[in-house]
């Protein structure tokens, strides 16, 4: 009778060679195929050409509550889609955020956000090329740091070039994408800093619920939530994500 290797026998392979049982992540089909050995060894070999040229070195809440029957909670976020741009250094810095709403900026003046934040709107509540362009301007060039020349890593989103090149080129700002649909793999933020700081700013929303039950999170008190969870974030914790 024939067997196979005993669990015993499989837990220590597992050991020896530094591997575990693990769920993968569904992603779909478009990474799948950008996530890759030879993509990713590309995009090192060209980010390693850089550095040397320019020489940059520098889950849900649970509650108690019957059996049956369903359970909710409140929402306390704004309606409507608001979009957050965020950058931070490899130093573990958060540079001046932008925060885009749809349609309109809130009619209500915002409140508790440093001066240095930028604001915006669009029909979508999205990026796009001109507010990115003044995020860049505004926000990135004054903030970023002293020391030229500053490497600015980011996905390949259209709204990401056009003007801005010029402006980059002028400040000596070198602009670095991503391949196509591996920002979940590549990019620092997306890979270790967001999702921490979207569980903050969850927590904080729902801390208001709490207090006042009847509350709902208005626009122009999103960016003050942001601005908290923002604050939460340890350089060490953003060091680590580069």
């Not at 195929?33 to 090192?44: D, G, R, W």
């Not at 049956?68 to 309606?79: A, Y």
Request: with cysteine.
């Amino acid at each position: 009778m024939i067997t196979g290797p005993t669990s015993k026998w499989f837990k220590g392979f597992l050991n020896l060679h530094g591997l575990s049982n693990r769920t993968a992540e569904g992603i779909n089909a478009a990474r799948a195929s950008m996530s890759t050995e030879a993509v990713l060894n590309e995009f090192f070999d060209f980010y390693e050409a850089v550095v040397d040229k320019y020489d940059i070195r520098n889950k849900s809440e649970q509650v108690i509550a019957p059996k049956n029957g369903h359970v909710f909670k409140k929402k306390t976020v704004p309606s409507g889609h608001i979009t957050a741009h965020v950058c931070v250094s490899g130093s573990g810095r958060f540079l001046p955020s932008l925060v885009i709403f749809q349609d309109c900026v809130p009619h209500r003046k915002i409140e508790d956000v440093p001066e240095s934040w930028l604001f915006a709107a669009s029909d979508s509540g999205f990026l796009n090329t001109d507010i990115f362009h003044q995020w860049f301007v505004k926000c990135f060039i004054p903030h970023c740091a002293k020391a030229r020349p500053v490497l600015l890593t980011m996905d390949n989103h259209g709204s990401h070039v056009s003007i801005t090149i010029k402006a980059a080129i002028e400040n000596d700002v070198v602009l670095m994408g991503f391949p196509g649909q591996t920002t979940h793999i590549l990019q620092p933020l997306d890979v270790k800093v967001f999702g921490p700081l979207k569980s903050r700013f969850v927590t904080v929303c729902s801390h208001l619920g709490y207090s006042c039950s009847g509350v709902t999170l208005g626009k122009s008190k999103f960016p003050a939530v942001l601005r908290h969870a923002i604050e939460q974030a340890t350089p060490a914790s953003v060091q680590r994500a580069f």
